[in-house]
């Protein structure tokens, strides 16, 4: 088990310096000199020249490379152009309401997709199992921006049940800024159940044919307790993979439901950033939203270990 | 001999301010929301020109003069008008005693001197008279002497403009870009958080000026605790907040949202008529526009009226008028503009076939932060292509546009809009150095003798030689006049619509 | 997505849900076909040229004259939508194109060759790690906004599902007798992989390609919407939407139209995607 631990962390690892090297080419492959793409055309020549010395851009390419990494490791993310401060900086104010965002839409993805999940699963094949696939596959295909306006129209405009957009005023409260995010946040929830549900379904229908289940059931247990207990509680552990995934994809969600909302989070930096041609942003952005989906995803197979105890490597 | 320049204004007719409301007692207190098309890059408004710079900046630096409501020039950091010597060259400008800086300290006229070199060094308008300027000196702690080269008669009207402003900043905090927001305005900086707010709190040591509030001018009178400008770049979201009671003020919304912020609870229409005018700025430096007979190309195709109704929708909300000046303004003269608004394809098509147009795009820079530049550039490529011309529409936010336009070898046409200025020689694309850099020996001639000629008749006469001359070489198009719809809730009183629209003197009903 | 590559296992569908699954795919069928239809005939079907301004008939709602309203330039929705419909469904299918030439050539060389394999599984799992939009937003940032980039981005963003399917499927695959059998023949490798390999591929990867194509579209308007994605005059469905946006709660024919055209090729692609998977491949039948 050690030796599994040790090599999916160095794994890690080299998923997160492949991760980063592919930011590198990407910023590199922008057309013109990069110093003078990141500072826009106001720059001087001499700004210009400060930044190539700067980023070692004289230098060859796989200097240039090790620089980079050298100053990654020193948690060095470089300067926003427009907003006149560290990238990492920028990006950790934004990180509140892209967090909360990304954890409410979870949690109402999850409590929308896992009952219908598992009763579509236990009466499968029935008009509820027809109407719940349907109507997941349905969810896949609305566009959230699509379905933010709706919302918008509906119950921020015409009812005034919650703020138009923003995130609250300087004195706003914890809670007042969350208030602002249930709109957002159930309008990707719903975009996002449809994946759960269809997992949540396909796992229960998995363990619902199993001995053991089988077992449970002529015993003459209650068909709540037999569900619940023995079968979701097993399906539970592959659904949980697919819910951490999710969230990590939701962030793909973020991005659009941020700038319907005028959420100020990470997404939003991110769309501002491009229409700004800021690319320190672009690229802090990039580094930081993939190194978390890999920590994730490192994490998740740790809980395994942790929490399935028949999971052995 | 004392001259009151008091023609700069007394021009202006109307540039119709929205009437104050009736007199009710004002309470003091409260934070007001005000939404804004986005974030501005600095908070500097001396480097950069724009009218969301100039809305903000306003409320925490001052200028020397600034307008009255009849767009008359009156004195806010000075004490008074300036005396100006017989040969309209010097300027004797005298400062009010007692003004504090919002860090405490007092403002003497060593500050001043250094805002205003700073002014002609960075900002654009400064920028327009530092050539013609031999000092500028202070002759005591209150007293600032500016002696010209030539006489300049739109001096004290860009003296008092509010962006590309010559704000009075302290000497020791003048960096650039500036490290810290230091005024003597009524309310000063406390917080801004990039796309989320930026948050004002009033200025306890803040000593307004005698007497009654009067436009921009008169007393500021500090009845909110707070101001609050939150971007909200997208255009429909400023009207769902307004419709929602999110914001006090949101300031241009499209149009067509007039009939559904009438007979509302929570906020109501304001129009202000002949708020502005669009333009489509020509790069007369480098590139395909260049050429006159394809700027002439560009102004045959172009009709106007299809895109001021794109972009502004109902008749009401625009005049189809090639005039620089409305018909309220001593400077209206319609000379020259039978060239306009056109849609003449064929000609068109003739001039630049006349010019050798060899078929590469025109690269119109547009930003969609003002919904109806887009839509103008949307419609005019339209036009463009049915005169055989290609288009690359490059639609980018304001700020990247306010950049690259800088650069001569990016665009070939820009959009932009302007309010109607008190004083024609501050119209932005006039002189040689504004991006689109019309450089003409005419122009100049002109432009120079319209400067500095006293005499208003004279003036009047040589406006109209330039407006002709617009027509004739096409620096830019104009597309036609505006009005602009904002939104205010009902709780907000004491307000005045304005270009530049300024929450001192407003106060929340609580 | 996880989708495919996920760890469940069957269970037996009942007849019900055969039928059932047999009909979604039907009407999947008819749906992508008839929008297929639409946007290849549009010239034919439209009753206005999609980009005829008509400023005096703007924002006109739905009626006998204009079926779907008209725009703020007084454009014909219906006309533009089923237009669009041609621009959504190429940027749709030519990023599946690419991602699948991309996807398949990456997982070939990695399932094929251990020596490229660690390299190229890296590469797959960090390109993974990107969120899908956010990954194409940089892209298209980088190469500059324009209807190509837009495909070349999604192609590249979408490849790696696939470069992971065929990956695991060649990791199994090599190893079956016949294959070895052909090696020892001394049949070429490359021989091997596209006559033995890829054949037995297909249905996998036709699978992938549907919701690679249902996301790929998804994906455009998103893109489109954020106003980072194919130029605005450019009538894709997600432009449209972009443009109504100014006019929700006055002029909401502006929205919907475009955004019920995507929901439903969207849907009908799942639909189908899900059909096949059943029909093609029983091996690979999920209840997913």
């Known amino acids: 088990m050690t030796r599994y631990v040790i090599r999916r962390f160095l794994g890690m690892i080299a998923v997160m310096f492949t991760v980063v090297t592919i930011v590198f080419v990407i910023v590199r492959v922008a057309p013109g000199d990069p110093a003078a793409v990141m500072l826009g055309p106001d720059a001087t020549a001499a700004d210009i020249a400060t930044l190539r010395e700067k980023l070692g851009l004289d230098r060859p390419l796989i200097l240039q490379y090790l620089y980079f990494l050298g100053q990654l490791l020193r948690g060095d993310l470089g300067q926003s152009i427009f907003l006149n401060m560290p990238v990492l900086s920028a990006l950790a104010e934004r990180a509140e309401p892209t967090f909360f965002l990304t954890l409410f839409s979870i949690l109402i993805a999850s409590a929308i997709a896992l009952p219908v999940g598992i009763l579509a699963a236990y009466k499968r094949g029935s008009l509820f199992d027809q109407v719940a696939t349907t109507l997941a596959m349905l969810a896949a295909s609305i566009p959230s921006f699509w379905l933010g306006l709706i919302f918008i129209q509906v119950f921020a405009v015409r009812f005034s049940w919650f703020p138009v957009s923003g995130y609250g005023g300087p004195d706003a409260s914890f809670i007042v800024r969350l208030s602002h995010l249930i709109l957002p946040a159930t309008t990707l929830g719903i975009v996002s159940s449809a994946l759960i549900t269809r997992f949540t379904r396909a796992s229960m229908l998995d363990v619902l044919n199993d001995d053991y289940v089988r077992t449970a059931r002529s015993k003459g247990m209650g068909e709540f307790q037999v569900v619940m207990k023995h079968a979701f509680k097993n399906a539970l552990i592959p659904v949980l993979t697919v819910i951490g995934l999710t969230a990590a994809l939701l962030v793909s969600g973020a991005v659009v439901t941020e700038t319907v909302f005028s959420l100020p989070g990470v997404g939003n930096l991110v769309v501002s950033a491009v229409l700004r041609r800021d690319y320190p942003v672009i690229q802090g952005a990039l580094l930081v939203i993939a190194a978390l989906y890999v920590l994730i995803n490192f994490v998740i197979d740790m809980l395994y270990l942790v929490v399935d105890p028949r999971v052995r490597y | 001999m004392l001259r009151t320049l008091r023609y700069v204004g007394a021009a202006v007719a109307a540039l119709t301010f929205g009437s104050m409301q009736p007199a009710e007692a004002q309470q003091r207190g409260g934070a007001a929301t005000v939404a804004t098309i986005g974030e501005p890059n600095t908070l500097d408004p001396m480097v950069s020109a724009g009218d969301l710079l100039g809305m903000i900046t306003q409320h925490f630096y001052e200028t020397l003069y600034t307008f009255d409501k009849n767009w008359e020039l009156t004195p806010l950091l000075a004490e008074k008008l300036p005396e100006v010597s017989a040969d309209g060259k010097v300027y004797t400008i005298p400062l009010r005693q007692g003004v504090t800086f919002h860090n405490s300290q007092p403002m003497t006229a060593k500050d001043v001197v250094a805002s205003l070199k700073r002014w002609t060094d960075l900002a654009s308008r400064g920028k327009l008279v530092a050539g013609n300027i031999q000092a500028i000196e202070a002759i005591d702690d209150n007293t600032v002497r500016l002696t010209l080269k030539e006489p300049f008669a739109a001096l004290t009207a860009l003296l008092a403009f509010n962006n590309s402003a010559a704000v009075v900043m302290p000497a020791d905090h003048m960096e650039n870009p500036i490290k810290e927001v230091i005024g003597t305005g009524p309310y000063r900086l406390k917080e801004r958080k990039a796309d989320q707010y930026i948050q004002l709190v009033r200025f306890d040591g803040y000593k307004p000026r005698e007497g009654e509030p009067n436009g921009f001018g008169g007393a500021r009178k500090q009845y909110l605790d707070e101001i609050r400008f939150v971007p909200v770049p997208d255009a429909n979201t400023r009207v769902e907040g307004a419709l929602a009671g999110q914001f006090d003020y949101a300031d241009l919304l499209p149009v067509e949202a007039y009939d559904r912020l009438r007979g509302q609870s929570k906020t109501e229409p304001l129009m202000l008529e002949s708020f502005g005018w669009a333009m489509f700025i020509m790069n007369n430096k480098q590139g395909m526009m260049t050429k006159l007979d394809l700027r002439k190309a560009v102004q045959a195709a172009l009709n106007a009226e299809d895109m001021l109704a794109a972009a502004f929708g109902k008749p009401e909300f625009y005049s189809v008028d090639g005039a620089m000046y409305p018909k309220s303004y001593v400077w209206r003269t319609e000379v020259g503009t039978e060239a306009y608004n056109q849609g003449d394809a064929d000609k068109a098509a003739a001039l630049a076939k006349k010019a050798g147009y060899d078929g590469s795009p025109i690269r119109i820079l547009t930003s969609r932060q003002y919904e109806f530049h887009y839509k103008m550039a949307q419609v005019a490529a339209e036009y463009l292509k049915a005169a055989g011309f290609k288009v690359d529409l490059q639609v980018v936010d304001w700020a990247t546009l306010v950049q690259r336009r800088a650069e001569p070898a990016v665009w070939d046409i820009f959009i932009t809009h302007s309010p109607f200025l008190p004083e024609p020689a501050l119209i932005a694309p006039l002189p040689d150095t504004y991006p689109g850099w019309w450089a003409s020996e005419t122009k100049n001639k002109l432009l120079t003798a319209f400067n500095t000629e006293m005499d208003q008749k004279k003036r009047i006469a040589i406006w109209a030689d330039i407006q002709k001359l617009i027509y004739e070489e096409v620096p830019f198009y104009k597309v036609g006049d505006f009005n602009a719809l904002t939104a205010k809730s009902p709780r907000l009183q004491g307000f005045t619509a304005s270009p530049w629209p300024y929450f001192w003197n407003a106060s929340l009903k609580q | ?288």
Not at chain 3, 196 to 209: D, G, K
């Open chain 3, 1 to 288: 997505m996880a989708v495919t590559s996920s760890p469940a296992i069957a269970g037996r569908p009942g007849l019900v849900s055969l039928v059932f699954q047999r009909k979604s795919l039907l009407i999947g069928l008819v749906v992508l076909g008839a929008i297929t239809v639409f946007a290849v005939l549009a010239p034919l079907i439209a009753p206005y040229a999609p980009n005829r301004l008509s400023v005096v008939n703007r924002l006109q709602p739905p009626s006998g004259r204009w079926w779907f309203g008209t725009d703020e330039f007084g454009r014909d929705i219906f006309s533009r939508t089923i237009y669009a419909g041609q621009l959504s469904l190429l940027v749709g299918a030519a990023a599946t194109l690419l991602a699948a030439a991309i996807g398949i050539t990456l997982g070939l060389v990695a399932g094929f060759f251990r020596k490229a394999d660690g390299i190229v599984a890296r590469i797959i799992d960090a390109m993974m790690a990107f969120p899908d939009i956010l990954l194409a937003i940089s892209l298209v940032a980088a190469l500059g906004p324009s209807l190509a980039t837009v495909i070349v981005a999604l192609g590249i963003v979408y490849a790696p599902r696939l470069a992971r399917i065929v990956r695991a499927s060649t990791l199994i695959i090599r190893e079956l007798p016949y294959i070895e059998a052909a090696r020892a023949l001394g049949v070429p490798t490359w021989r091997i992989m596209l006559r033995h390999v890829l054949r037995n591929l297909v249905s996998p990867i036709l699978v992938q390609a549907t919701f690679i194509f249902a996301y790929a579209m998804l994906a455009e308007a998103s893109l489109s919407f954020l106003g980072v994605g194919v130029s605005p005059e450019v009538p894709t469905w997600g432009t449209m939407i972009a443009a109504g946006r100014q006019y929700v709660g006055s002029a909401d024919w502006m929205t919907l139209f475009p955004g019920i055209a995507i929901v439903l090729a969207v849907l009908s692609l799942q639909l189908v995607g899900d059909g096949l998977r059943d029909l093609l491949d029983p091996r690979l039948r999920k209840d997913l």
